[in-house]
């Protein structure tokens, strides 16, 4: 951000706000970006005649030893090449026209060695990939090449003849630059309304070579990110993994949550328990009154760790989610909510167990959240189907401020929901209301 401000309104330089308030066709010939971008694609011609060279000899040497078998380890080479000299296009990309390209799929070997290598980048696509930008960027370039060139040097020529009109009759000899000429007629630009004219046209050519180089990268851009970036399936495979850790870190936090709760509640109030019957027992033929006085006691514990362990399986998951669904589970959630909540829930069918149970216990976490934080008066709940997706929104009139970046307990929530492909969107302005809306893949029983 800073660098962003620094170069227009920031740091209220003496002529930084007059130069934005150039429109952009005006400043784009004197933009860094456009110099930048300028500089690819000169730089692209000489780097992609060297990629291409190192390709097509590799793959030509390659292929004609495939006789013998020393064509595959050449032809490794090769595409080992291709994928080296693809790592340096992303980085030239990213210095040059701020593309952010991820790294490809890397080679998978199930075993070490040279052979195992060797069949990794034969079976890669990524090194095709690589290969195949090496091959088709060389004509490219060329195009863009000869395009910005020429565009640029006769908009500057153009547009700078009236300064340098004088090098033609003082050192040149000719009465200025040569419009047409055969052998007995000649045209020269020489007079005021010429060279005015000569220079408006190189005005617009100079004007408009920004964005024809830009015009010129796009393209380079789509063969940087569409040969040399991971495909689709590679990415999806990437955030597959991390969901997957996503889904066993809660899994295990959910475990130490439910042993923690075992441990400190209903097993010590057990414990204790089973010491108060013990020395009712004791005192039973002695002193049966207090005997009788600790065995009451002993009942209303029993009474109270009874409904810890409900309350226990109830945030595993309820009976109630089970036997009945959503409408029913999110009433009885509903019903514990200090605050006034009105359950709608309309779908057509069940989902799966596990998108359900995730449903329900994204509403409870809500509601929870609402009886602690919100200070409302009134909540509501909904739930339906769109289309494959399965929609919760829960909505209160409390104070608002609600924040996924807050490192609160919605970001857990948000990264549980993104585990399953699921989104959670949140809308809380400070002061209220806020609107909580989570979507999750359908997926009917």
């Known amino acids: 951000m800073a660098t962003e401000y620094g170069q227009g309104y920031g740091l209220g330089l003496p002529g930084s706000e007059r130069a934005h308030r150039l429109p952009a066709g005006l400043r784009a010939p004197v933009e860094a970006r456009h110099w930048r971008e300028l500089g690819y694609v ?111 040097v006769i908009g500057w020529s153009l547009l700078t003849y009236p300064l340098w009109f004088w090098l033609f009759p003082l050192y040149g000899g000719q009465d200025g630059l040569q419009l047409y000429g055969d052998e007995t007629h000649r045209i020269y630009i020489d007079n005021a309304f010429e060279i005015t004219v000569t220079a408006l046209v190189g005005l617009l050519f100079t004007l408009a070579t920004p964005w024809i180089v830009r015009a010129l990268t796009m393209v380079d851009r789509l063969m940087v990110h569409g040969l040399l970036g991971p495909t689709r399936l590679a990415t999806r495979v990437v955030e597959l993994e991390s969901d997957r850790g996503v889904v066993v870190d809660t899994a295990a936090a959910d475990l130490r949550r439910i042993e923690r709760d075992l441990h400190d509640g209903a097993q010590a109030r057990l414990v204790a328990l089973a010491m108060d019957l013990g020395l009712a027992k004791e005192k039973l033929a002695e002193d049966p009154q207090a005997a009788a006085r600790m065995v009451d006691e002993a009942h209303g514990e029993v009474k109270t760790a009874l409904q810890e362990l409900r309350d226990l399986a109830r945030g595993i998951h309820p009976a109630v989610l089970t036997d009945r669904g959503l409408d029913a589970a999110l009433s009885s959630v509903a019903s514990r909510c200090t605050v006034p909540v009105e359950v709608q829930v309309d779908l057509p069918a069940r989902p799966v167990p ?73 809308d809380s302005p400070a002061g209220g209301p806020t609107r909580i809306t989570a979507e999750l893949p359908w997926r009917a029983v």
């Open 42 to 152: 000169l730089l692209s011609l000489p780097i992609s005649i060297l990629l291409f060279t190192y390709a097509v000899t590799m793959v030509s040497v390659g292929a004609g030893l495939l006789v013998t078998f020393l064509g595959i380890p050449v032809l490794a080479a090769g595409l080992a090449g291709c994928r080296g000299f693809g790592a340096m296009e992303r980085a030239r990309a990213r210095g040059l026209l701020d593309l952010e390209v991820a790294d490809p799929e890397p080679l998978r070997m199930r075993k070490q060695g040279f052979l195992a290598w060797m069949g990794a980048v034969l079976k890669s696509g990524a090194s095709w990939r690589s290969l195949l930008y090496a091959v088709l960027h060389l004509p490219w370039a060329v195009f863009s090449f000869v395009v910005a060139v020429n565009f640029w």
């Open 354 to 426: 596990a998108i359900e149970g995730i449903a329900y216990f994204t509403v409870s976490e809500l509601l929870q959240n609402i009886s602690k934080h919100a200070r409302a008066t009134w909540a509501g709940v909904d739930v339906w189907r769109v289309e494959n997706r399965l929609m919760l929104q829960v909505v209160d009139n409390g104070v608002g401020g609600a924040d996924t970046s807050a490192g609160s307990g919605l970001a857990g929530l948000a990264e549980r929901l993104d585990a399953v492909d699921g989104i959670l969107v949140v």
